[in-house]
């Protein structure tokens, strides 16, 4: 079964016959031990650090169908290297296009990528929300998130009475703020999250959502490749130059569940502490300890299973991701309603 590989040092790779193979870079330019990847078991490339490759390795990379992800020093997504699509047909990208530009089908399924980030928003919420009412732990006596899910509750149902896209993802901004900011209550006094700031972050758990939001966006977008749809027509957000817009409107689904919840495990087992970050000029980063930390657990958190209701089988997380997009296929297909992913543990 093919993993991704996370590249965190600078350094240089070539193609060697059939495997890639990686030679460290230290600041010096002194060569470390090369290391090679056998391309068979290899899924997509995320690079962290600086990359000297040159055209004939990314022909050997697209011919392979592999993916490379690229995230700069402050751990922002800078982009993507993409594979020539090999399964894009030619009705579904036509439905797709269709779906997009009749203004009632577009909102139709926007609607339901805002319902289902909303239901796993309030699962998150209430897991939380119970277990501490059940512990009744000193250090949360006093959090209480009911009015919270009230409020998202509420929010939750003008979902289907919105009339446009502008309208939806206002609504959608609505939820997210006050989902936002429940963060203090439920990681205690250790961080705080004092507002949503990105670009650059401000703060430890800024940092956090920012760096987990990129890893689920290029999570979404490598599992679409796989499939017939166009990552570049979207329903939620607007499609944009040079952006796979889809993967946005899937990592919405997707982020209180592979994202949130990581972060809020994490930091609540004390794997990330205060002394994991440092502050540069106008914002706050991941040290590299606790980024590959951090990329460790978000990749854990991808293979893990869970009994899937309907197929009355365990399937992973990255599974998941990969049936939303399968619902989204037959819907624009006219095969079957999409029903967007909500969480049920």
């Keep these: 079964m093919k993993q991704p590989k996370y590249l965190f040092n600078a350094g240089r790779m070539s193609r060697k016959d059939n495997t890639l193979k990686f030679t460290p870079v230290d600041e010096a330019g002194v060569e470390g031990q090369p290391r090679y990847l056998p391309v068979e078991q290899l899924g997509d490339l995320y690079v962290f650090g600086s990359l000297d490759a040159n ?8 011919q392979e169908g592999i993916a490379v992800h690229f995230f700069n020093y402050y751990e922002h997504y800078t982009g993507s290297f993409m594979p020539r699509e090999y399964l894009l047909a030619g009705k579904m990208q036509v439905d797709q296009t269709k779906h997009y530009m009749a203004a009632k089908k577009r909102i139709e399924i926007a609607r339901r990528f805002v319902e289902g980030a909303a239901n796993n928003i309030l699962r998150v919420l209430k897991y939380y929300d119970n277990r501490d009412r059940a512990t009744g732990t000193p250090e949360r006596e006093a959090k209480d998130l009911t009015e919270a899910i009230r409020t998202i509750d509420r929010l939750l149902t003008s979902v289907p009475t919105a009339t446009d896209v502008p309208m939806l993802m206002g609504i959608e901004g609505n939820i997210r703020q006050t989902y936002y ?8 006094k250790t961080f705080c999250m004092d507002g949503r700031s990105k670009r650059p972050p401000q703060n430890e758990l800024n940092a956090l959502i ?12 490598s599992t679409i490749y796989h499939t017939q749809l166009n990552p570049t027509i979207s329903f939620l957000h607007e499609p944009g130059a ?6 946005l409107d899937l990592a919405e689904v997707f982020k209180p569940i592979l994202v949130d919840r990581l972060i809020f495990r994490m930091i609540n087992k ?3 502490q205060p002394s994991d970050f440092r502050s540069e000029v106008g914002g706050c980063v991941l040290k590299d300890a606790a980024r ?3 990329v460790q657990g978000f990749d854990e958190q991808l293979k893990e ?9 365990s ?3 990255r599974h998941l991701v990969k049936l939303e997009c399968y619902k989204l296929q037959k819907h624009l297909l006219g095969l079957e309603e999409y029903r967007p992913f909500k969480a049920w543990w």
Excluded at 55 to 62: H, M
Excluded at 210 to 221: E, H, I, V, W
Aim: charged fraction near 15%.
């Design 55 to 62: 055209s004939a390795l990314y022909n050997f990379l697209g």
């Design 181 to 188: 900011g429940c963060f203090d209550a439920i990681v205690g």
């Design 210 to 221: 920012s760096f987990g939001n990129m890893l689920c966006y290029t999570a979404c977008l």
């Design 242 to 247: 040079r952006r796979y817009s889809l993967a």
């Design 270 to 272: 004390r794997q990330l």
């Design 292 to 294: 590959k930390r951090f």
């Design 305 to 313: 299973t869970i009994k899937h209701r309907a197929l009355g089988r």
């Design 315 to 317: 399937v992973s997380y």
